[in-house]
Every structure is written in C-alpha cells, then in structure tokens.
C-alpha cells in the first residue's frame, strides 16, 4: 500500500523555469493539501482541494498553481520559479468530513532548490 | 484570523514527562491535532482532540480546552527516539493549518 506518493523527491531549477510536482494517493482520500516547510515556518498551507475539479487558496498560494483532474492525483505547478520557492514540499490527503478528524497522511516530501 | 502559539524548544530528560503547549486564535475552529516530525521525514499524525478533556494513546496524550482556546501534547516515559519536532494544528472549515513546531531536545 503506497498511500502518498509524491514526485519528483528531488529538483533543483533555475530562476524563471517552471515545473510541476505530483502528488498522488491510492487511499480515495476526497481531500488533499499542498504545503511547503521552511526553517523555523512550520508547514505553511499553500493551495488544497477538497474533491476532483475543485482547489481553494491556502495561506501562501502567490506564485503557485495547482489542478486536481483526477481524484487521486493532486498536482503543484510553478510557472516562473523564484529562489523564495526553494523549500521542502510536502502533499498530504484526508478523508472528507470535519468529524473525521484531522488525520492527514503525508508523502515523503519534495525538495525543491531555485537557483 | 487564525495563529497558533507554540514553545519553539524544550528540553527534558530521557526517562520523564513533558508537556508542550499550543493557544491557537482562529474562529470556526473543529478541532486540534498533533503531529510528529523527525529530522529528514514526513510528519507523522499523533492526535486529535475535537472535544474538551484528555485523549491518551500510549505514552503520549493530548489535551484541549476550547473555552481557554489551548491544548497540549503530554509524552511520558520519555524515550530518545522521541526527539523530534512536534506541530500543532487547527482544523478550521476544510482547511489545516500548522503551528511553527517545537523542537524536543531529550537529553540522556
């Protein structure tokens, strides 16, 4: 059982190139979250989703972009990468509903370096 | 709004118990998780309280006083693989949003 798989794990960009990170969950979580961990910043929540064809804006969403197409998968794009999008990122999913709690099941991370 | 306070370090002594603290300020607030984070890893969850009182697993347990709008993560029996980061974290309406973590120094 993969539960959250993310790629790529690794990436190192420079200014002003794009990309995009999968996120991908074998659960048949509804919801799913992007986040990003800096330093001494916690987990910062960038963009979620709570159902396929729907995304919401986190608490830094500028620069970011994401789709869900497809229940299971959760994508991340960044359009013109800045060296303030260096960081390790994290997608986490759930299953639906406020009383189930906030269990979140995270992948193994992302890290991300813009030159 | 929404923010949550934590103790950015603490430090205890293999073999005892701690307690870290988490005051959150947010409306329309569900519940309190906890998770855990090793130094390289993903984080992990440990709890979640969405009522008032104590939920115990194991050697670890966690508190939540909506009312004074704080919780707590208590761990016993402290062990050195216990060192780690340690978030907190509100669920409000379909977002989760973390506190900064503290950073549990366990001493031998």
């Known amino acids: 059982n993969a539960g959250v798989t993310q790629t790529p794990k690794f990436r190192v960009l420079k200014t002003g190139q794009s990309m995009t990170l999968l996120c991908a969950q074998d659960?048949?979580?509804?919801?799913m979250y992007w986040y990003r961990q800096d330093p001494g910043m916690g987990l910062r929540l960038i963009h979620y989703?709570?159902?396929?064809?729907?995304?919401a804006k986190g608490e830094v969403p500028d620069g970011y972009n994401v789709s869900r197409l497809k229940k299971q998968n959760f994508l991340l794009g960044l359009e013109s990468a800045a060296p303030s999008q260096t960081s390790v990122y994290f997608c986490?999913?759930?299953?639906?509903?406020?009383?189930?709690?906030?269990?979140?099941?995270f992948g193994e991370g992302s890290r991300l370096t813009v030159l | 709004g929404q923010s949550l306070e934590q103790p950015s370090e603490v430090t205890a002594v293999e073999g005892a118990i701690v307690q870290i603290n988490c005051t959150y300020q947010?409306?329309?607030?569900?519940?309190l998780s906890w998770y855990q984070q090793h130094d390289g890893g993903a984080p992990t969850f440990l709890s979640y309280?969405?009522?008032?009182g104590l939920e115990e697993t194991g050697r670890f347990s966690s508190f939540l006083s909506r009312s004074d709008s704080y919780g707590y993560l208590l761990l016993q029996e402290l062990q050195m693989k216990d060192s780690a980061s340690y978030f907190c974290?509100?669920?409000?309406?379909?977002?989760?949003?973390f506190g900064k973590g503290t950073r549990l120094h366990i001493l031998p």
């Open positions: 986490a999913s759930k299953s639906s509903g406020r009383v189930s709690g906030g269990e979140l099941f």
């Open positions: 659960m048949n979580h509804e919801y």
């Open positions: 989703s709570v159902g396929e064809g729907t995304t």
């Open positions: 947010t409306s329309g607030f569900y519940g």
């Open positions: 309280n969405a009522l008032d």
């Open positions: 974290a509100v669920i409000r309406d379909d977002k989760i949003i």
